[in-house]
């Protein structure tokens, strides 16, 4: 359980946890497990590491790794030093992962064994030089990671964890086409707390095991790892999504609790019709990033026999903004296509070009306001502030509320593309295809995709006399920016349609592969 009455900040988690049941498994990593005491201790001792590296708070920790037990111990570490962990995504090309050491200015990196020689390639790139550090061991010139604060004191730093201090940042495309530093504070994630495990849908039971099969450098997975901290249940960290391994881990470990996007959702089904599980002990599974065809999820709730509840929100709202309760996922209700209601402490408004507020059923962009929404973008006022205005985040997606106040979405205003719980901007995309010789003009845009929800597409207009297939545009943009942001098909075309201003009209593009599709997004 979640004790309000002790804990009064995030540096407060793994003190009270560790002081309530010591001896009970706090992080489960392969053959490895960690108890409260322990991983309260090893967090002492990494923001001890930190401060007696010239760590000052409001510095940068930057991390680049898969999933592990060590992801879980760092944020806590640097919490308990004042300084800030960031989640590096560990999907990007190395030029990516510089931008971020530069912009983030991370006094320190570390990194995980599977991206030893990627993150070398990245320091390479970077200005910024930070002490870097091997998550995992092994590496010949980086000190390993439990080398390091072995050698530093295990007692509490004592440091105030201050409600305005940012405690994580996380990176998000934007309008200029380069990732944004989302900074999420104390304040923010007691918020969090409050209106989550307060409204019961985010209540874990002590000892409950709580899958982490999400990557914690996005917000859905840190937070499911922190919820579970928080509440002395037991976080069952996979390193990556493997379908097998996570219907092992649900069967043996007893998960109780589990979220993942909905294209997992479909590979665990398409797995356990052949290796079938026993789901048991499963009480909710939790989705979002995507929302979910009916189809498959009807078929989900028949598999795997618990409650299912969907979220939607953005890493600006850490992650919160609606929820679409289990009682709501009766096919009798009628809500299947909801995203669901606000959460408690949300005010949440379908808004028309002038700032209105829409009718019932009237589509507008959707704004919501609470405690949660991120503190602005790390040294980006002038897009925090076309963001966020008068304490109102404007997310980009178009919706309407029904007359019981379900929220659907309908289309999205920005041109973000949501492909596998990716966010991925056109023009990062735009910007690799173009340097292909033959390409003229070139327009990204997301098509519907039945695994992934929306699969990236490039529209290309090639220089006259050139020719290039498909194939060999997709070959040129690897290796450029990350996999997932290379296009998955590429058609051809005369011309783009732009405004007299010269923009691409991308909803016109999108028009006829979207056609036929009640909803227009993921």
């Known amino acids: ?174 309008t200029t086409g380069l990732p944004k530093g989302v900074q999420i504070t104390n304040q923010n994630y007691m918020a969090f707390f409050e209106h989550g495990i307060g409204a019961e849908w985010a209540k874990y039971e002590a000892g409950e095991a709580v899958l982490i099969a999400m990557p914690m450098f996005h917000v859905a997975g840190i937070n499911s790892a922190i919820l579970a901290v928080a509440q002395g249940a037991k976080a069952v960290v996979l390193e990556q999504v493997d379908p097998v391994e996570i219907l092992r881990l649900m069967q043996v470990e007893k998960i109780a609790h589990a979220f993942v996007v909905p294209a997992v959702i479909n590979v665990l089904i398409q797995v356990n019709a052949k290796i079938p599980t026993d789901f048991s002990a499963l009480k909710r599974m939790y989705y979002g990033a995507s929302p979910i065809a009916e189809d498959l999820l009807l078929l989900a709730q028949k598999t795997f026999g618990c409650s299912f509840t969907q979220l939607y929100g953005m890493t600006e709202s850490l992650g919160a903004g609606t929820y679409l309760p289990p009682e709501a996922h009766d096919p009798a209700r009628g809500k299947l296509r909801s995203c669901g209601i606000a959460w408690p402490g949300f005010e949440i408004e379908c808004r028309r070009d002038d700032g209105s507020v829409c009718a019932v059923g009237e589509v507008g962009e959707i704004a919501m306001r609470s405690a949660t929404i991120m503190k602005g973008y790390f040294n980006r006022p002038d897009a925090t502030a076309s963001t966020v205005k008068d304490g109102w985040l404007y997310t980009g997606d178009a919706g309407f509320f029904d007359d019981e106040g379900y929220l659907y979405i309908h289309d999205r205003v920005k041109d973000m593309i949501v492909t596998g719980g990716e966010n991925v901007y056109p023009a990062e995309v735009e910007n690799a295809v173009f340097g292909h010789p033959a390409v003229a003009d070139v327009a990204v845009i997301g098509v519907p995709d039945e695994k992934w929800g929306e699969a990236v597409k490039a529209i290309v207009v090639l220089k006259p006399g050139e020719q290039a297939d498909p194939a060999d545009i997709i070959a040129w943009t690897k290796g450029r920016i990350a996999g997932y942001k290379v296009p998955k098909s590429v058609d051809f075309a005369v011309e783009l349609p732009r405004n007299p201003s010269g923009k691409i009209l991308r909803r016109e593009l999108r028009e006829p592969y979207w056609a036929g599709h009640t909803r227009r997004v993921a």
């Open 1 to 174: 359980m979640f004790d309000f009455e002790a804990t009064k900040s995030v540096a407060d988690i793994t003190r009270v946890q560790a002081a309530t049941r010591p001896d009970a498994i706090a992080t489960s990593f392969k053959d490895r497990v960690t108890t409260f005491r322990a991983l309260d201790e090893i967090a002492n001792r990494i923001a001890n590491a930190l401060i007696g590296m010239g760590v000052k708070p409001d510095d940068r920790v930057a991390v680049y790794a898969a999933n592990s037990d060590h992801y879980i111990a760092l944020f806590f570490g640097c919490v308990k030093a004042r300084a800030t962990l960031v989640g590096v995504n560990a999907r990007l090309a190395p030029p990516e992962v510089a931008y971020v050491l530069d912009d983030s200015k991370a006094k320190v990196f570390l990194v995980g064994q599977h991206f030893y020689g990627p993150a070398a390639q990245a320091l390479v790139h970077a200005t910024n030089k930070p002490a870097t550090l091997a998550l995992d061991g092994g590496h010949e010139h980086w000190q390993g990671l439990t080398e390091w604060y072995g050698a530093a004191s295990a007692t509490e730093p004592g440091l105030p964890c201050l409600p305005d201090d940012d405690v994580i940042q996380l990176y998000t495309s934007g």
